[in-house]
T-cell receptor, first 114, second 111 residues
Framework: EAAVTQSPRNKVAVTGGKVTLSCNQTNNHNNMYWYRQDTGHGLRLIHYSYGAGSTEKGDIPDGYKASRPSQENFSLILELATPSQTSVYFC?????????????FGPGTRLLVL | QQQVRQSPQSLTVWEGETAILNCSYE??????FPWYQQFPGEGPALLISIRSVSDKKEDGRFTIFFNKREKKLSLHITDSQPGDSATYFC??????????FGDGTQLVVKP
């Protein structure tokens, strides 16, 4: 069973529209992360969370909001989508300390903004 | 400033050869170094990791060599197989689960 799931898997949006990407984890991890992956840039951190109700800015937060309503769910929100936000988005979960430093990734969401 | 750098950007080896992927980092406080493997259409997955108290970590055909003084590490894949063809990300962390990723090395293993 996949421990980190993302929806939708593919999304086409129009410029100026609102897009919400959802992530659910069953690992009971405190930390959750949103990355985007573009050719030549690897994985870049957008937002992350230490637990329900908390969100923190990552390295490239501009144009994105995040919401962590529960331990299991973490959403990424594009209020006004732009073509430059066309990318593959990955959600991950993890816990710090000891042998728990691993992040577990979802399968990704491919977003195309026209 | 990029915290983790990888080279080469892409690498092609023949089946059975050893692939060597290089990585360097900036921050001396990093103490945990995972390597993630990503196949097309999938999310990255942890392949092997090392902590800064060690200089070598082996797991089957995969070995990490770590040089703390030079802030460099490398991933060696011996007896490379076509199924090893993937993108490999070197990463670094202070142990707080906040991980900094390199840009990846795309490995192709030709049969």
């Amino acid at each position: 069973e996949a421990a980190v799931t993302q929806s939708p898997r593919n999304k086409v949006a129009v410029t100026g529209g609102k897009v919400t990407l959802s992530c659910n984890q069953t690992n009971n991890h405190n930390n959750m992360y949103w990355y985007r992956q573009d050719t030549g840039h690897g994985l870049r951190l957008i937002h992350y969370s230490y637990g329900a109700g908390s969100t923190e800015k990552g390295d490239i937060p501009d144009g994105y909001k995040a919401s962590r309503p529960s331990q299991e769910n973490f959403s990424l929100i594009l209020e006004l989508a732009t073509p430059s936000q066309t990318s593959v988005y990955f959600c991950a979960s993890g816990d710090a300390g000891g042998r728990k430093d691993t992040q577990y990734f979802g399968p990704g969401t491919r977003l195309l903004v026209l | 400033q990029q915290q983790v750098r990888q080279s080469p950007q892409s690498l092609t080896v023949w089946e059975g050869e050893t692939a060597i992927l290089n990585c360097s980092y900036e921050d001396s406080t990093f103490n945990y170094f995972p390597w993630y493997q990503q196949f097309p259409g999938e999310g990255p997955a942890l392949l092997i990791s090392i902590r800064s108290v060690s200089d070598k970590k082996e797991d089957g055909r995969f070995t990490i060599f770590f040089n703390k003084r030079e802030k460099k590490l490398s991933l060696h894949i011996t007896d490379s197989q076509p199924g090893d063809s993937a993108t490999y990300f070197c990463a670094a962390s202070e142990g707080n689960n906040r991980i900094f990723f390199g840009d990846g090395t795309q490995l192709v293993v030709k049969p």
